[in-house]
């Protein structure tokens, strides 16, 4: 296995394609209601699981593109030599920009963990409801055979139900709403069951992977795709598709996004945990579709969709485009010469690294060979250049 550049574009490419047909899929309400929201889950997957390996296989086979491109990727990844120990490419410097911004946006999301942390243990209250939120709170834990190790904390500017933190779970409720024991039973059940199906480490995750490609235009597109996911998959395990439960949820949602309508919440609460109902209406409106919908599901188009992705995903392991020159056919003087065995050689360094010599003049070090033509001489010193 290995990874470079190459590997990189290539993980982007296939994941961003992959998700582009997720997501004309999941704006067709048509063909979610037809074939369900597993299937896209499946794909978006996929799509996910592409940007954390971007790696060469051993069975990779490498396809080399026209010269054009090829020149780019060369002029790309070709080092200069600033001083004698200093050799630097435009590639190294487009990879400490990528550095720089997954240290800001790592920085960034810590930060407002801590600041949101900070926010509940000043402004988080118990309440006067305590007693009955504990009640209602064994009845679902004992529900879903969870330890109940929840707390449950009332705060000012939140404008619909949450819950908050991986180890410490607590659910948090706006201080000026007011809930029936029925509606507190859906939302302490939905925000529980994320906890129980790790939803909280998934958001996490999919935000880590937002950090680390944060220069990829869909990256933020594909972490808001999934959360809507594992909201249609929540809304499914609370109301077990009974028809009653499912009538009665939907009457919750609807209850607490009204009274979310004239709430000013306090906009940093909800960039981290996860809300029974912190959506759009359009998207809200999906949620009610799918659990409303009373039409069978199309396995066949299901299945069909699912093994079309599996066999993308595949595929886009089995080659990868690199360009058709080595990054030291590049010259300072911006014009483009051929290595031979005949005008070229290479000293192999103590270090590891390898000079390039053409016309008796040094070209560039490298840390590898790969790629290069082998017909051209290794020399250990250039003692022993004839």
């Not at 190459?6 to 997501?23: K, P």
């Not at 069909?304 to 080595?326: D, R």
């Amino acid at each position: 296995m290995s990874y470079s550049f190459e590997t990189v574009v290539m993980a982007v490419l296939f994941s961003n394609v992959l998700f582009f047909i997720t997501y004309l899929l999941f704006r067709s309400k048509k063909m979610l209601l037809l074939v369900g929201y597993r299937t896209l889950a499946v794909t978006t997957i996929l799509s996910l699981i592409r940007l954390l390996f971007p790696i060469e296989l051993p069975f990779t086979t490498t396809i080399l593109y026209s010269c054009p491109p090829s020149k780019a990727v060369v002029f790309l990844q070709h080092r200069w030599n600033l001083f004698s120990f200093l050799h630097v490419s435009i590639f190294d410097l487009l990879l400490i920009v990528w550095v720089i911004g997954i240290i800001r946006g790592s920085s960034v999301y810590f930060m407002q963990y801590r600041k949101i942390s900070a926010f509940i243990l000043l402004h988080g209250k118990e309440g006067a409801n305590q007693e009955r939120y504990s009640a209602i709170l064994n009845s679902v834990c004992t529900s879903l055979a969870a330890k109940n190790r929840f707390q449950v904390m009332e705060i000012a500017g939140l404008s619909t139900p949450m819950i908050f933190s991986v180890f410490k779970p607590t659910i948090l409720l706006p201080a000026n709403h007011t809930y029936t024991d029925q509606e507190l039973f859906f939302i302490f059940q939905h925000e529980i069951s994320h906890s129980v199906h790790g939803d909280l480490l998934v958001k996490f995750f999919l935000q880590i992977l937002t950090i680390v490609y944060w220069w990829n235009p869909l990256s933020a597109s594909i972490k808001a795709h999934m959360n809507r996911i594992l909201e249609l998959n929540i809304d499914a395990v609370v109301t077990h598709n009974d028809r009653q439960a499912i009538a009665d949820y939907l009457s919750c949602l609807l209850a607490i996004k009204k009274q979310a309508v004239n709430s000013k919440p306090t906009p940093f609460l909800s960039s981290i945990g996860l809300s029974i109902a912190e959506i759009e209406g359009s998207e809200l409106e999906t949620r009610f579709q799918v659990l409303a919908n009373q039409t069978p599901q199309r396995k066949s188009v299901s299945s069909g969709i699912i093994g079309v992705s599996i066999l993308f995903f595949l595929i886009s392991y089995l080659f990868i485009w690199e360009p058709s020159q080595p990054p030291s056919l590049f010259e300072p003087e911006s014009s483009y010469f051929q290595m031979t065995e005949e005008n070229s050689y290479v000293i192999q360094n103590p270090n590891g690294t390898y000079d390039f010599y053409w016309n008796g003049q040094l070209i560039e070090t490298v840390d590898s060979l790969q790629y290069y033509d082998e017909s051209i001489p290794i020399y250990q010193s250039k003692e022993d250049v004839p």
